[in-house]
């Protein structure tokens, strides 16, 4: 709902701008903020709320964005013929106060690590002291006992952010980042290649109209067959797979040299693109949990911002140092290929690991349960020989009476 505020306010300031400073602290600094405040908790929000068809609920969320583009672009360009840009950015300063009502409709709900305790114990004259302080650690960084202990909430911050140290959410972030450079500079320069291998200009427009549809079918299909019973458990590998194919793209891409051969490739990167970035949540999620999955996602997206600001004046460069295309889109296939190979060397890893440890918890149990059996033998002799021995003296004294 803070976003929604600070967008809309950003958008209808920006209407009355007379410079461009004012333009950038306005349109830039206060909308931006307002969208990246938007953006990670609604995203989020699907992870808390779904869990059977986590996927589809990704896809189905996230395709939102591509149909606001499609549609948005030609209302935009009429509001900016009817109204001059000054009254479309304050009619659009309007719609996106409506993000405020998604914000309202968005109600939080109790997960099961918040039902573990409830703070009313912690007030129930029943519940010892030594409970009561087994129960605040337990619970201490759930949101309602968070309500209940304020003084705990520097703790609980640190605590939220200890996923920054996990290995496997460190190579995912690397991974992340060579899968965003890799990515971007493709809707940057795929209209200005066809352009230069001869392509017209409504057709090279039309290329990106397909690549738009498709990401959005993507979003949507794939989020649903992932959630099929028989691929649920390869999501990881479906994610890696949609990367190394929008990568295997980027490789093709320069001897693709006329609109017939250009085309497939609008289909098959569009569609793999929409497909991994419905399975972004979905991995940060099996990385992290979903308890600091808000905060994952934010650090996530933060890191794809990176590239997407840095690749596109970097291929840029390339093109005009090589005078092709061709160096720009192998350098973006090679760098979403190592996001995916750099993700499935740790997956397997991870997996020799856990069956390596597996294999040693098997041998140290099996040690532990020889051990045990020989603890109760001897405690069981040493039982009937302290029965024995104040039996003994019982038997001498009867004997002596007699």
Same mark, same amino acid.
């Given at each position: 709902m803070l976003g929604g505020l600070l967008s809309s306010t950003g958008?209808?300031?920006?209407?009355?701008?007379?410079? =461009? @400073?004012?333009?950038y602290l306005s349109l830039g600094v206060l909308t931006g903020l307002?969208?990246?405040?938007?953006? %990670? $908790?609604? #995203?989020?929000?699907?992870?808390?709320?779904?869990?059977?068809?986590k996927a589809l609920a990704y896809g189905i969320a996230m395709s939102?964005?591509?149909?606001?583009?499609?549609?948005?672009?030609?209302?935009?360009?009429?509001?900016?013929?009817?109204?001059?840009w000054r009254g479309a950015l304050l009619i659009l300063g309007g719609f996106v106060l409506n993000l405020c009502v998604c914000g309202a409709l968005m109600r939080p709900i109790a997960l099961e690590e918040d039902?573990?305790?409830?703070?009313?114990? =912690? @007030?129930?004259?029943?519940?010892?002291?030594?409970?009561?302080?087994?129960?605040?650690?337990?619970?201490?960084? %759930? $949101?309602? #006992?968070?309500?209940?202990?304020?003084?705990?909430l520097c703790y609980c911050s640190l605590k939220e952010y200890d996923f920054l140290l996990m290995p496997g959410f460190m190579v995912l972030a690397v991974s992340v980042l060579f899968m965003a450079y890799g990515c971007s500079p493709l809707f940057v320069y795929l209209v200005p290649y066809a352009l230069s291998v001869g392509v017209s200009h409504h057709q090279a427009a039309f290329l990106m109209s397909i690549l738009g549809v498709i990401d959005i079918i993507g979003n949507i299909t794939f989020g649903w067959l992932t959630d099929?019973?028989?691929?649920k458990k390869y999501r990881y590998f479906c994610y890696l797979f949609a990367v190394g194919m929008d990568g295997l793209c980027c490789l093709f891409l320069p001897v693709l040299q006329n609109f017939p051969l250009l085309v497939p490739f609008s289909f098959t990167f569009g569609y793999f693109d929409g497909a991994y970035v419905t399975l972004i949540p979905v991995v940060t999620a099996d990385v992290v949990g979903t308890t600091s999955l808000s905060s994952a996602l934010g650090?996530?997206?933060?890191?794809h911002a990176i590239p997407y600001?840095?690749?596109?004046?970097?291929?840029?460069?390339?093109?005009?140092?090589?005078?092709?295309?061709?160096?720009?889109?192998?350098?973006?296939?090679?760098?979403?290929?190592?996001?995916?190979?750099?993700?499935?060397?740790?997956?397997?890893?991870?997996?020799?690991?856990?069956?390596?440890?597996?294999?040693?918890?098997?041998?140290?149990?099996?040690?532990?349960?020889?051990?045990?059996n020989g603890a109760i033998a001897y405690s069981v002799t040493g039982e009937l020989d302290q029965k024995d021995a104040e039996f003994l003296p019982v038997d001498t004294n009867s004997c002596s009476n007699r």
């Open positions: 958008l209808i300031l920006s209407s009355f701008a007379t410079s =461009l @400073e004012h333009l307002g969208f990246a405040l938007c953006y %990670s $908790p609604a #995203i989020a929000m699907v992870g808390k709320y779904f869990n059977k068809r939102g964005s591509g149909i606001g583009t499609f549609i948005l672009a030609p209302v935009v360009q009429l509001l900016i013929e009817q109204f001059s039902r573990k305790t409830v703070p009313g114990l =912690l @007030e129930k004259d029943y519940v010892s002291e030594a409970q009561k302080k087994d129960l605040k650690r337990m619970s201490l960084c %759930s $949101p309602l #006992i968070r309500m209940w202990l304020p003084e705990c099929r019973r028989c691929l650090v996530v997206y933060f890191l600001l840095v690749s596109p004046p970097v291929a840029g460069w390339l093109v005009d140092t090589t005078g092709s295309y061709t160096a720009s889109f192998l350098l973006c296939g090679f760098s979403m290929i190592f996001s995916s190979v750099l993700l499935c060397f740790a997956r397997l890893a991870k997996k020799m690991k856990r069956t390596h440890l597996k294999s040693l918890s098997n041998d140290t149990h099996s040690k532990q349960h020889i051990w045990t």
